[in-house]
């Protein structure tokens, strides 16, 4: 491999070659994420899954299953794609509000380790699936914890207007259901509070809920073997040659600091953007240079169909131009070639005077970048590249 690496930290030769748009994924940070995780958890009953809606391309997964995470999946696609990938049926969890009878019977003859349950009629689904199949199912309850994670509205999923988990108003009723359920073993309590959380307090309120749940079952005799508290920590759009990796230590010191596990409790995590999302880049190149009245663009040849973020969440990812530094700069709207308005990435972006040909790259797009890809448009889905020095 070549050591032609730019500022950034991009092998531009490797880069040069290839045809637009693709993603780069950098397999060294995604490496220094995982040692990093298990820095952290080890020596601590702590079990980290991988959400694989973050990123599914099997050499990710081949990288991430070496390091010995579980899989956090949310349909019987991931269920197959986890398992050929390296991932031990025993470490998966299956979340969703809306699991099919088909990826049911899936989980239970795979023998997955958990299903994430979210409502009483999926509750009795899951158990005459597993009584029908001669199994019986170990089961997470989702909770509902009506916490705010102070992120955007489509990513918060813990308040009581979601459609995800169980308020907790009616959890003694849906526990009392589970244990009375033949074929139904009830392993835990989950939770998920939302994705992009960058502040530790709504975790802080997490745990604090978490410890009061335990103290109320513990008074009526019920103790979980497992809790489960999602996924959701965030990464540094904003700087990601400063910060490719998120501060596990102070996440995972705000579980080690304020939940009371019980003894022989296991804590499980289900990370997906926070493992991925710093390892990949969307790699384009400019099409065109434009300038109406009052603006000018830089048209990609990468778009909303490649990377969906900014046009569905007025998400921010640094945008660098790769082949030219100068001195001279200008603002440009750096747009997609798509057919819809919202096909902006970045709206009066300062770049170094831009041309035709040059090399783009949209940052931290590692997690629901290429996992999002659409063909809209019949555009083809994104090729990628991996590197490792
Ligand atoms: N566990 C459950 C039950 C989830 O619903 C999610 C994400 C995760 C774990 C992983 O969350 P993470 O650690 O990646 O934040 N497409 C959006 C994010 C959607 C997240 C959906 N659920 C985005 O691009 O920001």
């Known amino acids: 491999m070549s050591n032609r690496l730019n500022r950034h930290g991009f092998e531009m030769d490797v880069i040069n070659q290839m045809e637009t748009p693709f993603y780069y994924y950098d397999l060294d940070i995604l490496h220094m994420t995982l040692e990093e995780i298990k820095r952290q958890t080890d020596n601590y009953p702590f079990i980290v899954h991988y959400a694989l809606k973050a990123n ?122 589970a244990q009375e359920l033949p074929n139904i073993h009830l392993s835990g309590l989950h939770f998920h509070i939302g994705s992009q959380i960058t502040l530790m307090r709504p975790y802080v309120m997490l745990c604090e809920t978490i410890n009061g749940l335990l103290d109320h079952y513990e008074q009526q005799g019920i103790n979980f073997e497992m809790i489960n508290v999602g996924g959701g920590l965030g990464i540094d759009y904003e700087n990601p040659d400063e910060h490719p990796i998120p501060d596990f230590k102070q996440y995972f010191d705000t579980f080690k600091n304020h939940l009371k596990l019980r003894p022989d409790q296991h804590l499980h995590f289900e990370l997906g953007r926070a493992i991925v999302g710093g390892c990949g880049s969307l790699i384009s190149r400019v099409v065109y240079v434009k300038e109406n009245r009052n603006k000018k663009f830089v048209i990609l040849d990468a778009g909303m169909t490649d990377l969906i973020r900014p046009a569905l969440y007025q998400a921010n990812h640094v945008v660098q131009n790769l082949t030219s530094s100068g001195q001279d700069t200008a603002t440009y709207d750096v747009v997609g070639p798509v057919c819809e308005s919202s096909d902006v990435f970045a709206h009066d972006c300062l770049l170094p005077a831009t041309r ?34």
Do not use: C
């Open 56 to 177: 599914f391309n099997p050499q990710i997964l081949n990288e991430i299953a070496k390091y010995g995470l579980g899989a956090d999946l949310v349909s019987g696609g991931e269920i197959k794609q986890a398992s050929e990938h390296g991932f031990k049926p025993g470490d998966m969890t299956f979340s969703g509000v809306g699991k099919t009878d088909w990826e049911i019977r899936l989980g239970l003859e795979r023998g997955i380790g958990f299903f994430n349950v979210e409502s009483v009629p999926e509750l009795d689904v899951i158990n005459q699936l597993a009584g029908e199949a001669g199994k019986t199912a170990r089961i997470a309850l989702r909770v509902n914890p009506d916490i705010d994670a102070h992120t955007h509205k489509y990513i918060t999923t813990g308040t009581a207007d979601n459609k995800f988990g169980i308020n907790i108003e009616i959890l003694d009723q849906v526990i009392r259901r």
């Open 356 to 389: 035709r040909g040059d090399v783009i790259a949209i940052r931290s797009a590692g997690a629901y970048g290429e996992s999002m890809a659409s063909n809209y448009n019949m555009r083809p889905h994104p090729k990628s590249t991996f590197i490792s020095r």
